[in-house]
């Protein structure tokens, strides 16, 4: 609840809570920006999991504050969307809400003089949300030549794989993850058009992933599948795996180890102008 927060260090953010970027309930973020100011490299955008019909993102408030410990120089959106629900659907909604939140925060970003780069970082579904607003070419977004990277943490990146529509749930998303009503080009399926392996392409975004040995939810033949696809298209991009469940890697045993690979390789990119 403070309005600033203090981390070890000596590091500070400003932090403005629960901000509306949209006129719906559900499109609001909280903003944390380093307390020096002289030196923005970019924006963090975490888009929280459970299920494209669940979750908020206080969810990912504690890892949200370990990160940025990492990253002192870089701004953090920690963003809520509009859940899908049974008279509503994932696609384009959500994606939609990914760019009235880039847009918001790049008209922020103006007022505060400073030109933003973002990274997407999701877990689940959030990450499967991440993967496909940076990917998909048919979507008409605003910003996507700004995403600098894309975190996907235990995301499905193809929803056609087998193995995934052993998912609990999946019965839901099968008939809620996109809306049908909106016009759609005939020669793409609509299966294809929400799934992010589909539209990558030499241009996409350089992606991090990292999927759980023992995850029941997201199955582990997701990292082979988006690894192949990107190593195709010679996208920069690395994959992990770590031991455990769908949850777990958020766990202390797992979080430093992801925080401190994205690290490594947000430094790859920044010593490779074209990866």
Do not use: C
Request: net charge positive; no cysteine.
């Amino acid at each position: 609840k403070e309005k600033t927060i203090k981390l070890d260090n000596n590091i500070s953010f400003d932090v403005q809570k629960n901000i509306s970027y949209g006129k719906n309930s559900a499109q609001q973020l909280d903003f944390y920006f380093p307390k020096n100011k002289n030196s923005i490299k970019g924006i963090f955008v975490i888009v929280h999991g459970g299920g494209w019909k669940a979750g908020d993102k206080s969810d990912l408030t504690r890892f949200a504050l370990s990160i940025m410990e990492k990253f002192p120089d870089y701004a953090f959106a920690n963003i809520n969307y509009r859940l899908a629900n049974n008279s509503s659907f994932i696609v384009p909604n959500q994606t939609d809400d990914i760019d009235n939140a880039l847009d918001f925060l790049v008209k922020k970003s103006v007022e505060m003089k400073f030109n933003p780069q973002f990274i997407l970082l999701g877990n689940s579904a959030g990450a499967h949300l991440s993967m496909l607003y940076g990917y998909n070419t048919l979507f008409d977004v605003k910003h996507r030549t700004k995403i600098k990277a894309i975190v996907n943490i235990v995301g499905p990146a193809d929803l056609s794989d087998p193995n995934f529509k052993n998912y609990s749930d999946y019965a839901f998303v099968e008939k809620h993850m996109i809306d049908l009503s909106k016009s759609t080009p005939t020669d793409i399926t609509n299966q294809d058009i929400p799934n992010p392996v589909y539209w990558i392409n030499k241009n996409s975004p350089p992606t991090i992933s990292f999927y759980g040995i023992n995850d029941n939810i997201i199955p582990l033949s997701q990292k082979k599948i988006l690894d192949s696809v990107l190593n195709k298209n010679q996208v920069f991009s690395r994959s992990y795996e770590f031991s455990g469940g769908h949850l777990d890697w958020n766990n202390e045993k797992n979080a430093p180890f992801v925080i401190n690979s994205i690290s490594e390789f947000l430094k790859q990119i920044d010593n490779n102008k074209t990866p």
